[in-house]
DNA sequence: CACTCGTGGTC
DNA sequence: TGACCAAGAGT
């Protein structure tokens, strides 16, 4: 199984034609005005996954917050999640906070500069480790995100969906990154991806290399990448407990470190079994998970929401407590607080929607 | 290597 | 409007 490859001639046409699109199309953005370690690092964290709009926001409030690695390193976890509430992929947010704790105990509060030493920190792969080496230090090494996939993917007509193919699109990553420039480069072929060579609609008539694309010379860039099998979403039932106490206080817990929306705060409630009621599967939840006696009052809201590899509903019932000490049996920690603290504590996306709720039916109760 | 891990935009 | 998908990594 041999890889395409481009000709010298080739390489240089692409490198040229690209770089100059780059001067005039790139897009200003602030990492790359001030293309500091740390910047350039949390920055390529903060992208995995993510689009350019969504992370701006979340970007400029972390540099206030978090200025430095010290400054991270020091931070308690707890603070650095609530930094990150809402930017989903939650291990990012753990493993840039002991990154950053290595850094400051292993590199002296220096980030590492070499490609092993880069590698080696949790939460960087072989793509963000190529960004990062590349756009801080300007060192040669290649990357392979979604819009290189993609761009790379048209550009020899991959008769495979990308995932069949990694080790050639590594490759032809190699081949074309500019030796002399590969700073601006990998900075231009992801631009080029995200803005001229997108999914849908692509840009190919002011695209440069629309001479050399396999895709748009057959007229079939619509055609490429392939794509990728996927089995059906499974969707999840859950019923959901805002617990009340006396003293107007709702029970909340955080989940376990690891996995799931790890370390973030949640209302309690568990997985429906087969010829249950609502009621009944929270009362069960609410026993296991806290070994407390709660009785199930009126139906507050039903949220829906879609995670990467399954959907559930959140079928969320007001409940009192009655009886039994609460016990973190299977989260880490579980706390009383009120309406108006629960604004301190990361809760993810889904549960939000249940504050809200929340603080409706507060709105309409006492005017 | 296939699966887990979030959320918002887009059509 | 539900399905697809984005500056991927860890296991």
């Known amino acids: 199984m041999t890889s395409k490859q481009f000709s010298q001639a080739q390489r240089q046409r692409l490198r040229r034609s690209l770089l100059e699109w780059y001067g005039q199309q790139g897009r200003s953005l602030p990492w790359r005005e001030e293309p500091t370690?740390?910047?350039?690092?949390?920055?390529?964290?903060?992208?995995?996954?993510?689009?350019?709009?969504t992370v701006l926001p979340y970007f400029e409030r972390w540099m206030q917050q978090f200025p430095d690695v010290q400054c991270l390193?020091?931070?308690?976890?707890?603070?650095?999640?609530?930094?990150?509430?809402?930017?989903g992929y939650y291990a990012r947010a753990r493993n840039l906070h002991r990154s950053a704790q290595e850094i400051c105990d292993?590199?002296?509060?220096?980030?590492?500069?070499?490609?092993?030493?880069?590698?080696?920190?949790?939460?960087?792969?072989?793509?963000?480790?190529?960004?990062?080496?590349?756009?801080?230090?300007?060192?040669?090494?290649?990357?392979?995100?979604?819009n290189v996939k993609r761009v790379l993917a048209r550009l020899v007509a991959l008769p495979v969906p990308p995932s069949k193919a990694l080790a050639h699109l590594w490759d032809l990553s190699s081949q074309v990154l500019d030796p002399?420039?590969?700073?601006d480069f990998n900075q231009a072929i992801m631009d080029l991806g995200a803005t001229c060579c997108t999914p849908k609609n692509p840009a190919c008539l002011l695209c440069p290399w629309r001479d050399d694309c396999q895709a748009y010379q057959t007229h079939t860039?619509?055609?490429?990448?392939?794509?990728?099998?996927?089995s059906p979403l499974p969707h999840k039932q859950i019923g959901v407990a805002v617990i009340?106490?006396?003293?107007?206080?709702?029970?909340?817990?955080?989940?376990?470190?690891?996995?799931?929306?790890?370390?973030?705060?949640?209302?309690?409630?568990?997985?429906?079994?087969?010829?249950?009621?609502?009621?009944?599967?929270?009362?069960?939840?609410?026993?296991?998970?806290?070994?407390?006696?709660v009785e199930v009052g009126e139906h507050l809201i039903t949220v829906s929401h879609a995670y990467s590899h399954f959907k559930v509903s959140l079928h969320v019932y007001h409940c009192r407590h009655l009886s039994g000490e609460p016990q973190a049996l299977e989260s880490q920690e579980i706390r009383w607080v009120?309406?108006?603290?629960?604004?301190?504590?990361?809760f993810p996306k889904a549960n939000s929607k249940i504050i809200a709720a929340l603080r409706e039916a507060q709105g309409t109760k006492s005017p």
């Open 37 to 53: 370690p740390y910047r350039i690092w949390i920055s390529e964290v903060m992208l995995q996954q993510t689009q350019v709009k």
């Open 73 to 87: 390193a020091q931070a308690d976890l707890q603070t650095v999640l609530k930094a990150w509430e809402g930017l």
């Open 106 to 146: 292993r590199h002296h509060g220096k980030f590492p500069q070499t490609y092993d030493e880069v590698l080696a920190l949790p939460g960087i792969g072989r793509s963000t480790a190529g960004a990062i080496l590349s756009a801080a230090f300007g060192q040669a090494e290649p990357l392979l995100d979604g």
């Open 180 to 183: 002399q420039n590969p700073r």
């Open 221 to 230: 860039q619509s055609d490429f990448p392939m794509t990728e099998s996927r």
């Open 244 to 293: 009340w106490n006396d003293h107007q206080q709702i029970l909340i817990d955080r989940r376990p470190e690891e996995g799931l929306l790890g370390g973030l705060w949640e209302f309690p409630g568990g997985k429906l079994e087969a010829g249950e009621s609502y009621p009944d599967c929270i009362r069960r939840e609410i026993q296991e998970e806290l070994a407390i006696e």
């Open 338 to 346: 009120t309406l108006e603290e629960l604004d301190e504590f990361p």
